[in-house]
């Protein structure tokens, strides 16, 4: 009886394990260039146990040439990497432990319009279906030239655009030089049987790829410092290590470089080091960390370390300027003494900023107003351009990331100011136009601390603001309707504005006309707050 229980409970195992292996499917790619929304979208079902996706993006022989990173089931494929026109994707679902969960199968990927291929440093247009076609190059999202065909680019770390018919339909990310440095392992090297880190310096992500032979051991995006477990390697053998450098912003594969190593029997430790910048604020917490998994021992007051000093089992908080000295003691082995020394700087201002998602709300469209999404994120890129040019630390929410993920990214990060830009309306929307005009500031309550701080913006706002003044002023959500990201349940130093009216067309018209003048008084109210 027991057997055939153990033999039941196996099988139902067995289907439980096939039931969550389902593939992610329903996978849809959107070309239509009347379409500014979807166009280039792909969509795909979401994975309710996923925390993130990858979406590995091969050309006809099979070689991978992209990978893209989401943490929802939509993702703009605008700037492939070395796109062609006919591409195979494969959508990749993991969990928080960075777990594979689900796959799709490799589903073709045809592009049929236009894009910009670069060689030699110089641009070209393929695929092209008509001569309308326009590219410009930008720098921090400033447009700096509109270059034409076979041009000889002149410029470093910038974005090409492609428009047809001033609809943006591609864009690559180009850079002359992105040096990196491979710290550990070296190529030919032999290393120590045991836990090491493999440690790159460069200001890109990375995609490390480690092969035994053809075998792959393993697979990881984003980090070019990873942990990798003696667990997963064999005594007295090669390795090879396959290195992408992915854009940080674009994800797109700038160069590829390779190294081949050696494990070899354990030999001698290696030095502690931390990840951390030596230039820190207060109340930093510092890591440090043995390529070989030993165990650490350090000291504050500039003596040299032993056994018998200070053992490391949790992040040193750095209040003043600090010199850590830190040795690594493993199997009756030490490593040489590691000196680091940490320099405490002045904590700036964190502001985060969250211009409005709302695609449904559109503008009076004679007047040149789009959407209020549209809107909001140039004006938001504008601001935080400026804040960042006064030294402020700015955040600005991802596009695609919903209010409560905002609101808990800026908790997160201890934001001194959470500001949501967005723009009002009387009327249900285009093709109607409301009479209606102002600017107002929204708080959650008279006795917030955001009240000195709604204060100042709405004086400066109302400096270059040309519409009346007799509705416009500093409004309360419990006086209102609580709105979700100025409500102290949700969200630290909120606060909401509505810069005029989009049905109105002398409001619509102001707004977008005043990017620059709306992103001076804001930052110049911020600015009176901190006393910067």
Avoid at 219 to 231: A, F, G, P, T
Avoid at 451 to 457: E, G, K, P
């Amino acid at each position: 009886m027991k057997k055939k229980l153990i033999v039941l409970s196996c099988i139902i195992a067995f289907f439980i394990v096939i039931f969550n292996k389902k593939e992610i499917k329903n996978i849809k790619f959107y070309q239509n260039i009347n379409d500014r929304v979807t166009l280039n979208n792909l969509y795909f079902n979401k994975d309710k146990k996923a925390t993130y996706y990858l979406i590995n993006i091969y050309d006809e022989k099979n070689d991978l040439i992209d990978v893209k990173k989401t943490n929802t089931n939509m993702i703009n494929l605008s700037n492939i990497n070395s796109l062609k026109e006919k591409m195979y994707i494969q959508i990749i679902s993991y969990n928080n432990k960075n777990r594979e969960l689900r796959k799709s199968k490799r589903e073709l990927l045809e592009w049929n319009i236009a894009y910009i291929e670069i060689n030699d440093n110089k641009v070209e247009i393929k695929n092209k279906l008509n001569s309308n076609y326009k590219i410009l190059i930008k720098k921090n999202d400033v447009a700096l030239k509109e270059i034409k065909e076979n041009e000889e680019l002149n410029f470093d770390n910038v974005k090409l655009e492609l428009y047809q018919n001033d609809i943006l339909i591609n864009k690559v990310y180009y850079s002359k030089s992105n040096e990196s440095k491979i710290i550990y392992p070296l190529d030919q090297e032999a290393i120590l049987y045991e836990d090491f880190y493999i440690k790159i310096e460069t200001n890109l992500n990375c995609l490390l790829t480690l092969k035994q032979n053809k075998k792959v051991v393993f697979n990881n995006i984003n980090k070019c410092e990873y942990l990798v477990k003696k667990e997963l390697l064999k005594e007295n053998t090669n390795y090879n290590l396959e290195i992408k450098y992915l854009n940080k912003n674009s994800q797109m594969i700038l160069k590829e470089e390779k190294i081949t190593f050696k494990v070899k029997e354990q030999a001698k430790l290696l030095q502690v080091y931390s990840s951390n910048e030596n230039e820190v604020v207060k109340d930093t917490t510092i890591d440090l960390k043995s390529p070989n998994n030993g165990e650490i021992y350090y000291t504050l007051d500039n003596t040299i370390p032993d056994e018998n000093s200070i053992k490391y089992d949790q992040p040193i908080t750095i209040k003043k300027d600090t010199i850590i000295n830190a040795i690594a003691i493993k199997n009756n082995l030490k490593s040489e003494v590691s000196k680091i020394d940490f320099k405490v700087k002045e904590q700036r201002p964190l502001i985060y900023l969250s211009p409005s998602r709302q695609t449904q709300n559109q503008g009076v469209k004679r007047a040149g107003y789009r959407t209020e999404m549209e809107e909001m994120n140039v004006l938001a890129k504008v601001l935080e351009k400026k804040l960042k040019e006064k030294n402020f630390r700015v955040v600005r929410a991802e596009q695609e990331k919903d209010l409560p993920d905002r609101v808990k990214e800026s908790n997160k990060l201890k934001s001194d100011l959470y500001i949501a830009l967005h723009t009002n309306a009387s009327t249900n929307g285009y093709p109607l136009e409301g009479k209606a005009r102002g600017i107002d500031s929204y708080i959650s309550r008279r006795e917030s601390d955001m009240l000195i701080f709604a204060n100042i913006v709405q004086q400066e706002l109302m400096k270059v603001y040309t519409g009346p003044s007799y509705r416009s002023g500093v409004k309360f959500g419990t006086d209102f309707k609580m709105m979700y990201e100025i409500d102290e349940k949700n969200v630290n130093h909120g606060i909401l504005l509505e810069i005029g009216f989009h049905d109105n067309y002398d409001d619509a018209l102001w707004i977008i006309n005043s990017t620059e003048k709306i992103a001076d008084a804001i930052t110049s109210a911020i600015i009176k707050n901190f006393q910067w």
